[in-house]
C-alpha cells in the first residue's frame, strides 16, 4: 500500500458508494427486464410478419398475373 | 508483412507496460470502488437524511460554485452506473439487441 504513486486510496463517502452500487445493480435489472420484455415483443410481431408476407406474395403473384394478362389485352386492342 | 509479424511482439510488449500501472488501478479500486460494508449502513442513513434536510431547508443554495460545479459532477458519475448497469443487463452497448 505505501508505494503507491498517487498517495493513499482516497476515502469514498459511503452515500456515493451505496449510490453507484445501487444503481449499478438498479441499471442491470432494468436492462434485463427491458431486453426480455422487448424480445418477446419483437418474436410476436415476427410471427405476424411471417402469416402476413405469405398472403402479400400470394397478392403480389397474382397482380403480376394480371399485369402479365392486361399487357396482352392491351396490345390486342 | 512485416508489420504483422511484429505484431505478437508488440503486443506482449504492450501488456508487460500496461500490467504495472493496472496494479496500480486495482490497489485503489479495491479501496475506492468496493460496495458499501454493512457496518456503514447507519452513515449512509446519515447521507440520506442529510441530503433530503438540506433538499427541505433550502441549504443545498448556499454552497459555492466551486462546491455545486463539484457535487453536480458527482452526482452525475453516480448517475451513470445506472446506464453502465443497463449495459450490462441488456448485454448490447447501443440500444436493445432484439
Not at chain 2, 44 to 65: D, E, F, H, M, P
Request: aromatic share 10%.
Amino acid at each position: 500500500m505505501s508505494n503507491l504513486p498517487y498517495g493513499p486510496p482516497v476515502k469514498i463517502s459511503p452515500l456515493i458508494k451505496f449510490g453507484r452500487w445501487s444503481f449499478l445493480t438498479a441499471g442491470i435489472l432494468y436492462g434485463a427486464f427491458h431486453q426480455n420484455r422487448l424480445s418477446k415483443k419483437e418474436t410476436k410481431l415476427r410471427e405476424i410478419e411471417a402469416k402476413e408476407k405469405v398472403i402479400r406474395d400470394e397478392k403480389l403473384r397474382k397482380e403480376k398475373e394480371i399485369a402479365a394478362a392486361g399487357t396482352i389485352h392491351y396490345t390486342n386492342l | 508483412m512485416a508489420a504483422v509479424a511484429k505484431l505478437p511482439s508488440l503486443m506482449n510488449s504492450a501488456l508487460a507496460a500496461a500490467r504495472p500501472k493496472f496494479n496500480i488501478f486495482l490497489q485503489y479500486a479495491k479501496v475506492e470502488l468496493a460496495p458499501p460494508k454493512l457496518s456503514e449502513i447507519p452513515q449512509i442513513r446519515a447521507g440520506i437524511g442529510k441530503l433530503l434536510s438540506s433538499a427541505k431547508s433550502g441549504a443545498w443554495r448556499n454552497q459555492t460554485v466551486k462546491q455545486a460545479t463539484l457535487n453536480t459532477f458527482v452526482g452525475m458519475e453516480v448517475i451513470f452506473w445506472f446506464y453502465v448497469g443497463e449495459c450490462i443487463g441488456k448485454r448490447h452497448i447501443v440500444g436493445y439487441k432484439v
